[in-house]
């Protein structure tokens, strides 16, 4: 692999907070966190540029969790702050492992992050650093994979991965219908016809819209984001 360059420069790489959780479904699994960090690490020693979106579900769902006793616009600020645990968890442990990194919110929390600006970011990423973007789009009603769609066209990514804990995009729920395809390449407007859940349906038409091609795959095993970056076919394509 070392003497391969890799398929992408710059990455949008988007993880859910479940993702972020392992095992325990809530909080923070650190052991998965610096496994995710440690192939964040290979893909910037490769020249890689990066920008990550981290959802915010292992302490907040926004609406989902409100139950319909807060306020939408309530519950998903607090989904946002959610994010921002996230972000600083991440940003902590990439610094340990001596990854150069910046957090930058979509909210301005000055005072443990930068604001989000484009041409700071895109300057953050040609200098080598990582860029976490939290808080999502800073706008109620919108979805961190909209943010991360959002700002992978912001950036200029060549692709956004999305790791998730299902390795692909099926015809079907997998866990629920053993006769469930895996598709290997898929596009937005089949994605939308099938009302597939890749991404919800804000998300999926902005990267329709900006072709920006997709790729989910399992973050189970980390080293796949490396291995997606070096042109493995892994997952699903959304093109």
Not at 115 to 144: D, E, M, Q, W
């Amino acid at each position: 692999m070392e003497d391969k360059k890799p398929l992408y420069k710059r990455i949008l790489l988007k993880i859910s907070g479940e993702a972020l959780a392992g095992d325990k479904k809530t909080g923070l699994d650190f052991e998965v966190v610096e496994s995710v960090c440690l192939a964040i690490k290979k893909c910037v020693d490769l020249g890689v540029e990066i920008g990550v979106v981290v959802g915010g579900g292992n302490f907040w769902r926004g609406v989902k969790d409100g139950g319909g006793l807060i306020e939408r616009t309530r519950a998903d600020h607090m989904g946002m702050m959610a994010t921002v645990m996230n972000c600083l968890a991440m940003a902590d442990v990439l610094e340990h492992i001596g990854v150069d990194v910046r957090v930058q919110t979509a909210i301005e929390i000055r005072a443990v992050a930068e604001p989000y600006i484009r041409l700071r970011a895109i300057r953050h990423l040609a200098k080598g650093r990582v860029v976490i973007f939290g808080c999502g789009t800073g706008n109620p009603y919108f979805s961190t994979d909209t943010a991360a769609v959002l700002r992978a066209a912001e950036i200029g990514a060549d692709v956004i991965l999305l790791a998730k804990n299902i390795d692909g995009v099926y015809s079907a729920d997998p866990k629920l219908d053993a006769n469930a395809v895996k598709y290997d390449v898929i596009s937005y407007d089949d994605i939308l016809a099938k009302h597939l859940s890749v991404m919800d349906s804000t998300a999926t038409s902005l990267s329709m819209d900006n072709k920006i091609p997709v790729i989910l795959f399992a973050l189970k095993d980390p080293d796949n984001i490396v291995r997606v970056v070096m042109g493995k076919k892994i997952g699903t394509i959304v093109q």
